[in-house]
């Protein structure tokens, strides 16, 4: 069974459409992340939940909004996306959010394309 | 800023021989990951090393870290041809952090 799932790996959009990413995780962990990793390859972290709840938001456009359910679950919603967005976006869980349980798990990756 | 810097951007051997790669970051930290991506993949963690550690070793990887010197390096010794991936360096930020910052990572490719 996969860890961390994510669907769908692959998406083909216009601009200004809305999207959805979903993310589950079996692994019974705490902590759920999304990373967006841009084409030089840079991972930068958009947003953390610790049990359904937001602890990191870094700064991303209030287009994109995380759901998270329950703790198994985080799904990423982008608004109006934009040719910008375009990138791979990655789901990543781990036991707790600091210290030496910060080991994270990640999903296999969407590749998001925005023509 | 982004916290860790792998160097080389990217690294070409032949299969058998080792690679390292080496991490700076800029502020203190509670521990330091390593993590690889295969093309076309998520991250995969390898090994953590924690501040207080020097050295670490899981296989045949071995793992060093410097605070006094903010650097890390990451050894692979006798490469194979499934070692060709990408290889990330991930900091927390110190006391009260509660995220990973990544590098830019480098690039192995290792040639049968």
């Known amino acids: 069974d996969t860890a961390v799932s994510q669907t769908p790996k692959y998406l083909v959009t216009q601009m200004g459409n809305d999207k959805s990413i979903k993310c589950e995780q079996n692994?019974?962990?705490?902590?759920m992340y999304w990373y967006k990793q841009d084409s030089k390859k840079f991972l930068k972290i958009m947003f953390s939940y610790n049990n359904k709840e937001l602890i990191i938001n870094e700064t991303v456009p209030n287009r994109f909004s995380p759901k998270s359910p329950d703790k198994a679950h985080l799904n990423l919603h982008i608004n109006s996306l934009e040719l910008g967005d375009s990138a791979v976006y990655f789901c990543?869980?781990?036991?707790?959010?600091?210290?030496?349980?910060?080991?994270?798990?990640f999903g296999a990756g969407t590749r998001l394309s925005v023509l | 800023s982004q916290q860790g810097e792998e160097d080389p951007q990217a690294l070409s051997i032949q299969e058998g021989e080792n690679a390292t790669m080496n991490c700076s970051y800029k502020?203190?930290?509670?521990?330091l990951q390593w993590y690889r991506q295969n093309s076309g993949r998520g991250l995969v963690h390898l090994i953590l090393?924690?501040?207080?550690?020097r050295e670490k070793h899981s296989g045949r990887l071995r793992v060093t870290l410097d605070t006094s010197k903010k650097s890390s390096s990451l050894l692979i010794t006798a490469s194979r041809a499934a070692d060709t991936a990408s290889y990330f360096c991930a900091t927390d930020g110190g006391a009260g952090s509660y995220q990973l910052t990544f590098g830019k990572g480098t690039k192995l490719s290792v040639i049968p």
């Open positions: 990543a869980s781990s036991p707790l959010i600091s210290g030496a349980k910060n080991i994270q798990y």
């Open positions: 090393i924690r501040s207080n550690e």
């Open positions: 692994l019974g962990h705490d902590t």
């Open positions: 502020t203190s930290i509670n521990n």
